[in-house]
């Protein structure tokens, strides 16, 4: 059983930053994808980023050159940095982590607004 406690979500002003955190617990090794993703109000859940084996990292479009993520695997903890943030960008913010299930944190809210 794995699981993921996200942290770092909240308000800030459009063109701020934020770090987001999710420190997974449980069976998962460095092999297996993390990444996160974004539900905004009645709108689907959207794809942000994912980092797998090695490093390797892909971005959605919409947050390419502003988000960046990494990953602390003797902390199996993977981490999203937010910057230049706009109010499109307030949604939900989950994390996952890709085993022979994948497993979903609790989300964390980010607000973009002034």
């Known amino acids: 059983q794995v699981q993921l406690v996200e942290s770092g979500g909240g308000l800030v002003q459009p063109g701020g930053s934020l770090r987001l955190s999710c420190a997974a617990s449980g069976s998962i090794a460095s092999i297996n994808p993390m990444g996160w993703y974004r539900q905004a109000p009645g709108k689907q859940r959207e794809f942000i980023a994912i980092?797998?084996?090695?490093?390797?990292?892909n971005y959605a479009d919409s947050v390419k050159g502003r988000f960046t993520i990494s990953r602390d695997n003797a902390k199996n903890t993977v981490y999203l940095q937010m910057n230049s943030l706009q109010p499109e960008d307030t949604a939900v913010y989950y994390c996952?982590?890709?085993?022979?299930?994948?497993?979903w944190g609790q989300g964390t809210q980010v607000t973009v607004s002034s």
């Open positions: 980092i797998r084996s090695g490093g390797v990292t």
């Open positions: 996952y982590v890709a085993t022979v299930k994948t497993y």
